[in-house]
């Protein structure tokens, strides 16, 4: 059976529902994360990926939004465990833990609510084809600028801007959609940082482009500068740098890092996985599976040896 933590207790996941009257449902007040685990059979050990970093990124969103949890990352990482445990998951899994509003109230606002945490867990495997790589499409939506919904802070009403990109690309025929900022700069996907490869230089979209700070994104800068010796540039990209790139890939928690081969119907190099995102993927997916020691400190082990 599943269990999810819902109004400060673990209890199955079937009997954590919300009031159809919850404020938060309604006006997309909930601040919300993605996490994943992975497992490891050889060493029948599953592992949470960036557990701190995730719950600090919610804290820190959940404060912007006057929501106050009264948990630690510490505390909601070791709930996460327990969570993981009573459900006897030993398979790769995405946790999506998330804070909102519960009062039964109208109201788009922010004050005088009361918030409340809850953790659900589901099986997950890929996200994206992280094989064979993928075709984008840069949208004709806009991402959401800082000033109307910041795209740093992973709230639900920000992604309906995902939603309207993401249906654009499936429907148009691609299988992710890329924005451009209000100044037409790349952005990033609608759930993934984006980097470009030219020569060996590795470059990405600055926080100031406004963009989620990504956690993925922040790891493979430290595996692209430790393991490949890259040069990294964080600045802003044109919608043409793009296209003249030789290698380009997304990352997310749930994308991991998805190679991006054709953009707009034009390929990107020779239209395979370039090299540079070929090992960067094969030291990812080793690290996140607690194959390299020097990483293991990215995850959290969920059950005791
Ligand atoms: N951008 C957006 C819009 C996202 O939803 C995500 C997924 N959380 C990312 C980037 C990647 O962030 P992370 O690596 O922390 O999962």
Redesign the pocket.
């Known amino acids: 059976m599943d269990y999810a933590y819902f109004e400060g207790k673990i209890i199955p996941v079937e009997q954590a529902n919300i009031n159809i009257k919850t404020n938060s449902l309604h006006y997309g007040t909930l601040v919300f994360?993605?996490i994943r685990t992975y497992y490891n059979e050889k060493q029948n050990q599953l592992y949470i990926l960036?557990s701190n970093?995730?719950y600090l990124?919610l804290l820190k969103n959940a404060k912007a939004m006057f929501m106050d949890t009264n948990k630690t990352p510490e505390e909601l990482t070791e709930i996460t465990k327990e969570i993981l445990r009573k459900s006897e998951i030993r398979e790769d899994t995405y946790i999506r833990p998330f804070v909102y509003f519960k009062d039964l109230a109208l109201t788009p606002k922010l004050k005088d609510f009361t918030s409340e945490i809850a953790i659900y867990t589901y099986k997950f495997g890929r996200y994206l084809d992280t094989s064979k790589g993928i075709h984008a499409k840069v949208s004709s939506w806009r991402?959401n600028p800082d000033n109307s919904i910041p795209?740093r802070w992973?709230v639900a009403g920000?992604?309906v801007n995902?939603a309207l990109a993401k249906t654009e690309a499936l429907m148009s025929g691609y299988d992710e959609a890329i924005l451009l900022n209000e100044q037409g700069n790349i952005a990033?996907?609608?759930?993934?940082?984006i980097f470009i490869i030219r020569g060996k230089k590795l470059i990405t979209p600055s926080f100031s482009e406004g963009?989620?700070?990504?956690?993925?994104?922040?790891?493979v800068v430290k595996l692209a500068k430790n393991e490949l010796f890259l040069e990294i540039e964080e600045r802003s990209i044109a919608r043409s740098e793009l296209y003249a790139a030789d290698e380009v890939f997304l990352?997310?928690?749930?994308?991991e890092l998805t190679p991006v081969i054709m953009i707009d119907n034009r390929p990107v190099g020779n239209a395979e996985i370039g090299p540079i995102t070929k090992k960067l993927q094969e030291i990812y997916f080793n690290a996140v599976r607690g194959n390299i020691e020097r990483y293991r400190h990215w995850l959290t082990p969920v059950y005791d040896t």
């Open positions: 994360e993605g960036f970093d995730h990124r991402r795209s992973k920000g992604y995902s990033e996907g609608s759930g993934e940082n963009i989620l700070e990504g956690i993925t994104r922040k790891a990352t997310g928690t749930a994308a």
